[in-house]
Structures are given as structure tokens and as C-alpha cells.
Nanobody
Framework: QVQLVESGGGQVQPGGSLRLSCEAS????????MCWYRQAPGKQREQLAD???????NYAESVKGRFTISRDDAKNTIYLQMNSLKPDDTAVYYC?????????WGQGTQVTVSS
């Protein structure tokens, strides 16, 4: 069983930056996809970005150019660097690991963008 733990959330002013981290409890090997999602109050969960074990990345249009997903395999961790944050980015942010039949989610970390 893989556990994912997000961190790095908090409150930031519009235009600011945050970096989220998602650490896996075990080393992830083989083909897999790690993703960042968010869910704002009253809205559906939205996929933001993903990164494969090969390092290929994909982004939602809503965050392309502002958010960057990356990974550090030595630390079993993925990151989401978020720049130029807007109030609409306020949400709970989750990471997800998809590998074969396995599908794991973290508990989420709150990001609030307000002045």
C-alpha cells in the first residue's frame, strides 16, 4: 500500500507563489503516472498536471505557463510550483499515483489565494 502525503499549502496573496510537495511512502518503480488535482468548494475535482516515470508532462489549460510539475526520484517526491496565483486557484490540492491497477490519493493540502 502506497501512502501519499502532500505539504506546502497555505495562504498567499494574488500574484504570489507556492510550491507543493507530495511524498510517496515507498519508491515508485516501473511505469506510472503521478498527478496533481484540485477541488474548489462546490466544484468538481480538476486535473492540473501529470508527470510520467519518463518525465513527460501534461498540463491543463487553466494552469499552463503558471504551474510546473517536477519530480525528485531520490526523495520519492513530486512537486507543483505555482506562480502568478489568482483567487480562483483557491482549492484543496491533491496528488495521485496511478500504477497498473493501483490508484492512490493523498489527503490534500489547502491553498488559499487572497489579499
Amino acid at each position: 500500500q502506497v501512502q501519499l502525503v502532500e505539504s506546502g499549502g497555505g495562504q498567499v496573496q494574488p500574484g504570489g507563489s507556492l510550491r507543493l510537495s507530495c511524498e510517496a511512502s515507498v519508491r515508485i518503480t516501473g511505469y506510472h503516472l503521478m498527478c496533481w488535482y484540485r477541488q474548489a468548494p462546490g466544484k468538481q475535482r480538476e486535473q492540473l498536471a501529470d508527470i510520467s516515470n519518463f518525465g513527460t508532462t501534461n498540463y491543463a489549460e487553466s494552469v499552463k505557463g503558471r504551474f510546473t510539475i517536477s519530480r525528485d526520484d531520490a526523495k520519492n517526491t513530486i512537486y507543483l510550483q505555482m506562480n502568478s496565483l489568482k483567487p480562483d486557484d483557491t482549492a484543496v490540492y491533491y496528488c495521485r499515483l496511478v500504477q497498473g491497477s493501483g490508484d492512490y490519493w493523498g489527503q490534500g493540502t489547502q491553498v488559499t489565494v487572497s489579499s
